[in-house]
T-cell receptor, first 117, second 116 residues
Framework: AQTVTQSQPEMSVQEAETVTLSCTYD???????LFWYKQPPSRQMILVIR??????QNATENRFSVNFQKAAKSFSLKISDSQLGDTAMYFC??????????????FGKGTKLSVKP | KAGVTQTPRYLIKTRGQQVTLSCSPI?????VSWYQQTPGQGLQFLFE???????NKGNFPGRFSGRQFSNSRSEMNVSTLELGDSALYLC???????????????FGPGTRLTVL
């Protein structure tokens, strides 16, 4: 079975500093997609960043970047220049989207990030 | 493009009743997935619809059902509500056509269901 593990239930960071959230996953698939979503107190689930497993280059989106280590099955999120608006629950998610897995995102338990002024 | 919309945003029901939640996907998206989010179990996959067909189903009892219409709008129904069905129900849509956004799910704001 495919699983996603986030080992840090809570983290905090000072405004303007950098923080890294960890995620590991387990799969026997060779091609898949990994995501980071944020869920602020409003509960709206917002896509932060996306990585396709066959792409070796790490994805970046403005202040957000990932460190994708396929062999180690690790997918960490780095947030640079943290802002108060980054305060949210962050979920790591996986999908292979192949037969039997269509439309099924497997989520980790989440990391609650607090950005302090 | 407009985002994923869900109605209603909040619902209060009593045990034994049934409820129907609605989801309108992003224009052009044909895949719609549903998730249940609770503090204890986290985010759990309910089912996925594509072109009016259920392609995938999570591990939920038969009281949870869904359907998709020809315009890709989807509904989910929960019959004989139990207290444990209180949750945030999230709907997400995705495009299956190739491109940078393919296979990426975009979520609606959710429907918060409270069962008394």
């Amino acid at each position: 079975a495919q699983t996603v593990t986030q080992s840090q239930p809570e983290m905090s960071v000072q405004e303007a500093e950098t923080v890294t959230l960890s995620c590991t996953y387990d799969t026997s698939e060779s091609n898949y997609y990994l995501f980071w979503y944020k869920q602020p107190p409003s509960r709206q689930m917002i896509l932060v960043i996306r990585q396709e497993a066959y792409k070796q280059q790490n994805a970046t989106e403005n202040r957000f970047s990932v460190n994708f280590q396929k062999a180690a099955k690790s997918f960490s999120l780095k947030i640079s220049d943290s802002q108060l608006g980054d305060t949210a629950m962050y979920f790591c998610a996986f999908t292979s989207n192949y037969g039997g897995s269509q439309g099924n995102l497997i989520f980790g338990k989440g990391t609650k990030l607090s950005v302090k002024p | 493009k407009a985002g994923v919309t869900q109605t209603p945003r909040y619902l209060i029901k009593t045990r034994g009743q049934q409820v129907t939640l609605s989801c309108s996907p992003i224009s052009g998206h044909r895949s719609v997935s549903w998730y249940q989010q609770t503090p204890g179990q986290g985010l759990q996959f309910l089912f996925e619809y594509f072109s009016e067909t259920q392609r995938n189903k999570g591990n939920f009892p038969g009281r949870f059902s869904g359907r998709q219409f020809s315009n890709s709008r989807s509904e989910m129904n929960v019959s004989t509500l139990e207290l444990g069905d209180s949750a945030l129900y999230l709907c997400a849509s995705s495009s299956t056509i190739g491109g940078p956004g393919a296979n990426t799910q975009y979520f609606g704001p959710g429907t918060r269901l409270t069962v008394l």
